[in-house]
């Protein structure tokens, strides 16, 4: 066999081996730290829980959800690497009880609600009804706790991975 017929079909296998839907050519936007095929950015602000969801928008993302055992150690992760065995911190996540009291949903983009599937909620909570956006506590090994919305907390961010690189230009994502 030729030198091209050689190279060719090795490279049928390669691509054969690789898994589908690898991280391999997942880009974040700027700033973003890739896990999966989800981006995250903790902010280094306080707000609350209507600004946070406002300045993850001016992103190009939303609040973080958490949708999933794997989703939960990936926010841990984050939440130890900035803060270490000993940070005492709270972080706004994307989910309320706004729509229908004591039934939480993830409150994502456009209106768009999904209940949640997945949860992780400290001894006690959700309590007080007047408590109506989510929290994850770091000092309380990442467990939830419902808040009151005007409430300060810090902020992570999360945006979909996207095949082409983003970057952010005057408040709104563009490829460059």
Same mark, same amino acid.
């Given at each position: 066999?030729?030198?091209?017929?050689?190279?060719?079909?090795?490279?049928?296998?390669?691509?054969?081996?690789?898994?589908?839907?690898?991280?391999?050519?997942?880009?974040?936007?700027?700033?973003?730290? @890739?896990?999966?095929?989800?981006?995250?950015?903790?902010?280094?602000?306080?707000?609350?829980? %209507? *600004?946070?969801?406002?300045?993850?928008?001016?992103?190009?993302?939303?609040? /973080?959800?958490?949708?999933?055992?794997? *989703?939960?150690?990936?926010?841990?992760?984050? !939440?130890?690497? @900035?803060?270490?065995?000993?940070?005492? *911190?709270?972080?706004?996540?994307?989910?309320?009880? !706004?729509?229908?009291?004591?039934?939480?949903?993830?409150?994502?983009?456009?209106?768009?609600?999904? %209940?949640?599937?997945?949860?992780?909620?400290?001894?006690?909570?959700?309590? =007080?009804?007047?408590?109506?956006?989510?929290?994850?506590?770091?000092?309380?090994?990442?467990?939830?706790? =419902?808040?009151?919305?005007?409430?300060?907390?810090?902020?992570?961010?999360?945006?979909? /991975?996207?095949?082409?690189?983003?970057?952010?230009? =005057?408040?709104?994502?563009?490829?460059?």
């Amino acid at each position: 066999m030729g030198n091209l017929t050689i190279f060719l079909l090795i490279l049928v296998f390669v691509a054969a081996g690789l898994p589908a839907g690898s991280n391999a050519a997942l880009y974040c936007p700027n700033g973003f730290e @890739l896990h999966g095929q989800r981006c995250y950015k903790a902010l280094n602000l306080y707000a609350s829980w %209507p *600004e946070a969801k406002e300045y993850c928008k001016i992103l190009g993302a939303k609040l /973080a959800a958490i949708a999933s055992d794997y *989703e939960q150690t990936i926010i841990s992760g984050i !939440m130890f690497k @900035l803060h270490g065995t000993f940070g005492y *911190e709270v972080y706004w996540l994307d989910g309320s009880d !706004m729509l229908v009291e004591k039934e939480w949903r993830w409150m994502g983009d456009n209106g768009a609600s999904v %209940p949640f599937s997945f949860t992780y909620w400290a001894a006690g909570h959700p309590a =007080n009804t007047k408590e109506r956006c989510l929290e994850i506590r770091y000092d309380w090994g990442s467990k939830w706790r =419902n808040a009151h919305c005007h409430g300060i907390s810090s902020v992570i961010c999360e945006a979909r /991975a996207s095949s082409t690189r983003r970057q952010i230009i =005057n408040d709104t994502m563009q490829d460059p």
